[in-house]
């Protein structure tokens, strides 16, 4: 491995090499202290344990000195630090000002309040139709959409409410995620053009009374999904134990388990639907007719041609832009949020939105930026694929190029703070680290990642540990920042 400074003496470099072992080891340059580098090796050593392998670069953001360095170019499975590529690359792609747009185009003449013929939805790849930022009401922008149709004229369609979600192609679910019973997991949810309350349904199991079944809430409640009920109340104030189900191409969803009688809070979990663009329109359907809106016809996909689209109506337009997509994104590592914005990485690049293109868009912009290096592998957006592989230098490199460029407020103000925000809430809440960490977690099973930044209010830090098949990753992770963050003061 290389050497950081060549002032250094050969007395230093050797007495570094006896304390964390030649095959990881370089000199400490001047802006990190022996005692603090022989730290953090010690603690990246413990990490890896018996067969565990540890990246781990750290780079002063003020002078541009890296300041540690080990195991900096190996391509190692990053899990959601996949994200961090994701989100960077389509500031730099898409630009900052991009916005995601969905629109309700309306097909006929609008008379005495009806419209005589057919409205249409057109998926804009927006991953923020929900009540993310609308006070947790999912069906707040469906209702404003209806006020919009009533200001139109409209409060019946004597058609069908027709859905497009053809702006993203391809396979719906990677073939690099989680093959088992996963899919109804928030985190694995189908990718789509249209997507709506994360392409997901929320289920409470609520306690009633001993020997009964439990009440069951879906929110939104619609009749996209089919609950089969059976649960049991139980006596007693433990906590629930419940399974839910679904198969793959379905929306049957089976809840089995008990809750306890004395437990009121009961139990609470998302679950993915299948088709969730048919599933946005369902809902969109129902709002609209609770709103004073009715649609006679049924729920119809179709793909409209820009000649179809230029001979409606347009009545919606709804626009979200890019930087609103990325706190869900790089603070409570939403991946669904990270797999639409890497669609649209492939159809800005490719005139079509699936994970191929996805892949050879950002594979295309690293190589602008020199940075994609042997062993490196992109295969999906938000690192549920295991087979993702990239370098702890790689994401330094990026961090920096973020940081030195104009919108680097905006993707501080979106990543997780320590010990108070997204996932990094109950971590780094030391007095010396707290507050002052602003980076992105990432965990599958055998990996744990952590990059981002540290500013101690004295230096700059950019930092990324990529830790595969170690041991206590939180643990060191937090620890190494908290050595450098104290070396800083």
Sequence with gaps: MQSFSRSFSLLLICSLLVLTGTHHVQSAPAGLDSATHSTISAKLDKAEGKRGTAGCVIVDLDNGETMLSRNADSALTPASNMKLVTSITALSQLGSDFEFVTRILGDGKVEGGALSGSLCIIGGGDPNISGRFYNDDPLALFKNWAEQLKKAGITNVTGDLEYDSTLFGGEAFCDGWPQDSQYIQWYCAEVSALAFNDNCVGIRVIPTTSGKP??????????????????????????????IVRPRDGNTITVKGKVYEQATWGYYTDVTVHDPAAYAATVLKETLAKQGV???????????????????????????????????????SQNLHAEMLFRQLGLRYSGKGTFKTGRAAVEAFLTEQNLLTDGIHIEDGSGLARDNRITCN????????????????????????????????????????????????????????????????????????????????????????????????
């Design 394 to 489: 790689l994401l330094v490199k990026l961090l920096k190029r973020v940081a030195g460029g104009d919108h680097f407020d905006a993707f501080q103000d979106a990543l997780a703070v320590g010990g108070e925000t997204g996932t990094l809430e109950k971590r780094l809440t030391d007095v010396s680290v707290q507050g002052k960490v602003f980076a992105k977690t990432g965990y599958i099973n055998g990996v744990r990642s952590l990059s981002g930044f540290l500013f101690t209010g004295k230096r700059r830090f950019a930092f990324s540990m990529l830790m595969n098949n170690c041991v206590y990753t939180k643990q060191m992770q937090d620890e190494i920042i908290e050595a450098l963050a104290k070396a800083a003061e």
């Design 214 to 243: 439990a009440r069951i809430e879906v929110t939104p409640a619609s009749s996209y999904v089919t609950i089969v009920n059976e649960t049991t109340t139980a006596p007693g104030k433990k906590g629930a134990e419940i399974g």
């Design 294 to 332: 009715t649609v006679q016809g049924a729920i119809k996909p179709v793909t409209l041609t820009n000649d179809d689209v230029k001979r409606r109506t347009l009545l919606v337009e709804h626009k979200a832009p890019l930087l609103q997509a990325l706190k869900p994104i790089l603070t409570n």
